[in-house]
């Protein structure tokens, strides 16, 4: 199917493309302009989806064995590797994200369901030898329906990353994309019944979060809710949750460290640091946005990485540059507000505004930026910038790395870079973050790694095998023998 800039965007509730209660605007942040009109799905299409979930569960999906549905999901996979250039330039116009990182995610987003697909028949139950005269035995079955709430900054993968183990399992989902990024989660929807899912078993109702996505999270049809977006969205669809009794799954942000000592390899570890914070112009969960550098090595680091900064080539999405735009004006703005405050507390190194030039028109651009000589309590420290900047911070010792990587409200991943084993250790059992990494960083690693977060970054796990027990629960049968 090819989409061009000028398409209406349905609903799919049922099987069945659906018009909504009205339409929205997307917009294309590289140009400021809308690209798209979509469907806008209030109380009364959640209603209906959470029905036709329901429906496609109890009457289809709960019943089938996993080979069965393993092999509808690598139907999904293949599909989305069919159109992996259509669905990448797709997700670049809409994020504004270069294009060889939509690639990038459209690569994940097949390799979530070929995973599930791979690994669902091997869930196992166990046998419990607790009693002489009783046999015991554990299924994992499915929760039902599933609800779906996901953000703006990856949706093809996320849209794609909770789903995927959900179907495995046997659950039915709803998915509700964010208002600013719906196009490819949509076009994930269509897919999904062209491999063969049942109708109803994956439905897509984009919308507004206050509407849609309040009325998901309140809907007592819903069974368990997997939410990724931020810390104050959820607490308040944990509270929706706890209303019904459901499980949620919290995936929110975080403030990841990239910790550098003296004894690192200096020059390999830079470019990785670099991209971690510039990949996705930094609105990433899990970005590397505070540098720690040994203090005697300071200087050295971030000379280069603010020469590495001003290098950095700045475009639209589907120009393919370093550094595509930010999502939205709001959110540049919140950037900017970040950076002026960053300026009365630390010390400027590189960018530091919007980037001046025709070429990038009304796009919502944002320099790559860097501040050395930021505290530990200063704001650039402790609260999530969602944008391409970096806040470097000297340590002494590695008792010090340790209070200072630790001294937020997040720990949702963490990388020391070190050629001292010894220090990875100690360093990796005393982060509290749901990744560690040593001398790498992985910005959620590939789709086989567990993900999420400690403290405020969130709990439950995504992706790895860890998901579906995510996904499931556990049901106990006990039988008793006469002899
Ligand atoms: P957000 O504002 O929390 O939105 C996330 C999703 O929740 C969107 O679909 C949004 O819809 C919806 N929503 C908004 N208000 C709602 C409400 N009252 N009830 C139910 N749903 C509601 O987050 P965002 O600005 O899109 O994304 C940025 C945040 O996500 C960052 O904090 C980032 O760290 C976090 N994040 C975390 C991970 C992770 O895996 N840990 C991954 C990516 C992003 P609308 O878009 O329509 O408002
Ligand atoms: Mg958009």
Redesign the pocket.
Known sequence: MNMTSTDNYSAIIGGEKVNGNGTFDVIDPSTGQACATVARCGEAEIDQAVGAAREAYEKNWRRTTPSERARILHNIADLLRRDHEELSRLESMDTGKPLAQARADTTVAARYFEFYANTIESLYGDTIPALADTFVYTVREPYGVTGH??????PIQ?GC?SVAPALATGNCCVL??????PLTPIRLGELAIEAGLPPGALNVVP????????????HTGIDHLA????????Q??SK?AAENVIPVT?????KSPNIVFSDADIEGAIPVIVNSIIQNAG?????GSRLLVEEEVQDQVLEVVAKKFGEITIGPGLEDPDLGPI?SRD?LERVNSYVQTGKAEANLLAGGDAPQGDKLGDGFFYEPTLFGGVSPGDLLSQE?V?GPVLAATAFDGIEHAAEIANGTDYG?IAAVWTRDIGKAHWLAREIRAGQIYVNTYGA?GGVELP???FKK??HGR?KGYEALYEYSQVKTVAIKHTS
């Open positions: 709430i996901i953000p703006w900054n990856y996320m990353r509700k994309p964010a208002e600013e990024a919308g507004y979060g206050e509407e849609a996505g309040a009325s998901l999270a309140a939410f990724t977006g931020s810390v104050e969205v959820g308040i669809v929706a919290l995936e929110l942000g975080g609105q990433t969960c899990s970005a999502i959110q999530e969602f949702l959620g993900f999420g977060g970054s969130g995504e």
